[in-house]
Every structure is written in structure tokens, then in C-alpha cells.
């Protein structure tokens, strides 16, 4: 028995309607990168779900360490002043 | 000095999941969590795919194309359900084909229900309504599973498989509402399935071995005696408009818990049958083995296909 089905793993995402952007709903297995996107039909989009489907291969994706959370998000917590909510305008006013 | 970095790494995991925080592929995880998601997800998986038989088994007999239409489309999900489950498995760094293999040469299990025949065609609306029933319960609390993969597969099917239960119980009702030889047709599959589908919820709690450590690290929500207590009480006012008798002479209403009590399962069929004493065990292996087999030139044709049109930095996986 083969080991390994040999085949590329891609990450299908889909835009569930026009004006949303597309969305990660999991991978697949296929030979190519059309194989891939009718799989993805038939694998993700059985009830109308999508009107569009990327399908990438998993090793080109390039992802952030988790390790590295610290140093790369939390910079901007001490920036407050970048959210509205961090100035005093009169109550009253519409602003 | 490991072991010490390695128990405050898992102090961190268990305070994560206690905050209900979600484990994500990627994040440090201890190895038997590891493990014991690939067992669960994978037995899952494993699930959906042999759960395709039973019911396969009635596709070319269906009374009618709106029925044939149906079961082609419930058995096709039941395929995708299985795809959605290996890939959140794979994402533990867990090979397909290695899976496929511990499911072909019995390494891993599957849920026992689907080593029971589907003798008739009311045997279609039991699965829908029973088995379907009781695995919406099951898995309507893992959607709050501590691994996201796993949740988010859990969030996807559950939405599909309440189509299931509603034609299985549609289906049903017709049976029991048209003429006597129906009705009793409907009965009869009832009383078969009954039984099996409380088993579908596992050992009681306090011989359920792997439960506790389950339930700590919050893979299991809900335990197996809650889950069955659940699906009673969802389902005797079901049976009730269905014009079918739950086949157990115990089952009553109990004012003083709020919950239905109800007769002994008997779990050395229960035992019998995971053990791989049921009536289809065989069947279904077989028949799974041989579908795997008879698909090799198809798999073979794409891997050659691969090989020449793939750029070779997009590797196999």
C-alpha cells in the first residue's frame, strides 16, 4: 500500500458572495491546481456557498511564528491614542 | 531541565483552554493532546466514510427519484464530511494515506453503528432520523471542541446534517402515516435502531476511560451519559408525532429530574460489536479495502500528471 497519496496539499478559500472577500474553509489533496479547484467544488461549495474559489499549495504559504505573538503584536497595545475612543469630545456632540 | 520547560509549557496549555482559548495548528501542544485529537478526528473521519455504505446500499432501490436524488446528495456529504475531518486531522501533521491505511487494516476504529444492515428501505429514515439524530447531539457540542480545526469541520457539518435528520424523519412519517404493511415497515426499523443509536454516545461515564483527561483538556464538552440523556428527551416527542413506539417498555417521563428514564443498554452487544463481533464488520472493510484498490490507477494517473505539470517547489504532502 502507497504511504503517501503523493499529491500536493492545496488551501481552498472561498468568497461567499461579491463584495466579501475570500475566506480559508480548508484543504485538499490534488495533482494540479485545477483538480484542485473542482475539488474544491464539490468539496466546499455543495450548497451555493461561494461564487469564487482560490485554491493555493500549502507550502507557499508563508506564515508568522506563533512563537513570536509577543514581539510582533503587541507593539500597538500601548498605542491607544489610534483608537477613537481614546479622545474626549463634548457628549452632546455628534462627532 | 526539559521536563521542567516542558511542564510550564503545558501549564500555559491548560490555562489556555480553561480561558477558552483556541489551540490552533501551529501553537505548542502536549503530545498525548496531540494524539488523542488524531485518534478522535480520525475515528471521525473514519465514521463518515464507512458511514456511506449502509446507505449506499439503498441508492439503486430508492422508491422514487425525489428519494434517489436525496440519498445521492446525503452520501455525497457524508464523503465530504469525511474529506472536512481528514484535513483537520492532517493539520496535526498526520499523513492521509497513513490514516486511510489504519482505517483499512483496523488500527483505528469507526463508530460501530454502521457494522449494523440496512435491511429495509425504512432502514434510510431510521440512519437520518436515529443515527443522524444522535450524532447532530455528539457533534453539536464538539463545535466547541478546544482545537479550531476541529471545531470549525464540527460547524460546517452540523449545518449539513440537520438536511439529514429532517429527510430521514420526513421519509418516516410517510411510511408511518400510509398503508399497514408501511406503517409496520417503519416499526420494525425503529426497534432495530434504537438501541444501537443510544450506544452511538459511548460507555457510561464512569467506564469511559479516556473521558476525564478528554473533558480536562476540552476536546470533550459534554459527556457521553449527558449527551444520551439529551438525545432522549429531543427524541421521544419526535417518535411521538411519527406515530412509531421507542422499543423500550422503561421509557417514561420522569417529573422529578425533568428527563426521560429508560431501560439497560446492553453494552456487551455494545463490546461485541466494536470488538468486531457485529453483523457487518467484515462487509465494510472489505468493501472499503476494495473500493481503495480498484481507485489506485485513478490516484496513479494524478500522480504522474503531478510530476510533470506541478512546479517541483510545490511538494507532494
Known amino acids: 500500500m502507497t504511504q503517501s497519496s503523493g499529491l500536493p496539499l492545496w488551501e481552498i478559500f472561498v468568497r461567499s458572495r461579491r463584495g466579501m472577500s475570500h475566506i480559508h474553509v480548508g484543504s485538499l489533496h490534488a495533482a494540479d491546481w485545477e483538480m484542485a479547484v473542482q475539488n474544491a467544488r464539490d468539496l466546499y461549495t455543495r450548497r451555493g456557498e461561494g461564487v469564487s474559489i482560490w485554491a493555493v499549495a500549502a507550502t507557499e504559504i508563508h506564515a508568522s511564528d506563533p512563537d513570536d505573538k509577543g514581539p510582533l503584536f503587541d507593539p500597538p497595545a500601548d498605542k491607544v491614542y489610534r483608537h477613537p475612543t481614546f479622545y474626549e469630545v463634548p457628549e452632546d456632540l455628534k462627532l | ?37 488524531v485518534r478522535q478526528i480520525a475515528q471521525h473521519a473514519h465514521s463518515e466514510i464507512i458511514g456511506m455504505q449502509p446507505e449506499g446500499n439503498w441508492i439503486t432501490r430508492a422508491p422514487s427519484l425525489r428519494r434517489k436524488a436525496i440519498l445521492l446528495a446525503k452520501v455525497q456529504d457524508e464523503a465530504g464530511h469525511g474529506l ?12 492521509r494515506e497513513a490514516l486511510v491505511d489504519m482505517l483499512q487494516t483496523g488500527r483505528q476504529k469507526y463508530s460501530s453503528i ?6 429495509s428501505w425504512a432502514d434510510v429514515g431510521s440512519i437520518g432520523w436515529l443515527v ?33 435528520q429532517r429527510q430521514g424523519f420526513e421519509l418516516l412519517w410517510h411510511l408511518s402515516h400510509g398503508t399497514e404493511a408501511q406503517h409496520e415497515m417503519a416499526q420494525e ?39 444520551r440523556r439529551r438525545f432522549v428527551d429531543m427524541t421521544v416527542p419526535q417518535a411521538r408525532a411519527l406515530g412509531v413506539l421507542l422499543p423500550d417498555p422503561e421509557l ?5 429530574t425533568g428527563h426521560h428514564d429508560f431501560g439497560p443498554i446492553n453494552w456487551d452487544e455494545f ?7 457485529g453483523p457487518c464488520n467484515a462487509e465494510r472493510l472489505t468493501r472499503r479495502r476494495r473500493a ?6 485513478v490516484r496513479e494517473a494524478a500522480r504522474s500528471w503531478a510530476t510533470r505539470h506541478v512546479p517541483a517547489r510545490i511538494e507532494a504532502a
Open chain 2, 1 to 37: 531541565m526539559e521536563q521542567m520547560v516542558d511542564d510550564s509549557l503545558e501549564d500555559a496549555f491548560q490555562h489556555r483552554i480553561d480561558a477558552e482559548v483556541k489551540i490552533e495548528p501551529r501553537d505548542w501542544m502536549p503530545e498525548r493532546y496531540r494524539a488523542s485529537l
Open chain 2, 84 to 95: 472536512y475531518l481528514y484535513s483537520a486531522a492532517e493539520t496535526l501533521g498526520v499523513d
Open chain 2, 114 to 119: 454502521f457494522n449494523y444492515p440496512t435491511l
Open chain 2, 132 to 164: 443522524d439524530g444522535a450524532a447532530i447531539t455528539n457533534q453539536l457540542a464538539l463545535t466547541h471542541t478546544s482545537y479550531g480545526p476541529y471545531a470549525r469541520a464540527m460547524v460546517k457539518i452540523c449545518r449539513e446534517e440537520s438536511f439529514h
Open chain 2, 189 to 227: 426499523s425503529v426497534n432495530r435502531w434504537w438501541w444501537p443509536s443510544l450506544m452511538m454516545f459511548g460507555p457510561p461515564d464512569h467506564s469511559s476511560p479516556n473521558s476525564e483527561q478528554s473533558m480536562r483538556w476540552g476536546i470533550k464538552r459534554v459527556s457521553n451519559d449527558e449527551l
Open chain 2, 252 to 256: 417514561r417521563w420522569n417529573e422529578s
Open chain 2, 271 to 277: 463490546h461485541r460489536v466494536v470488538g468486531g463481533d
Open chain 2, 292 to 297: 481503495h484498490e480498484e481507485g489506485e490507477w
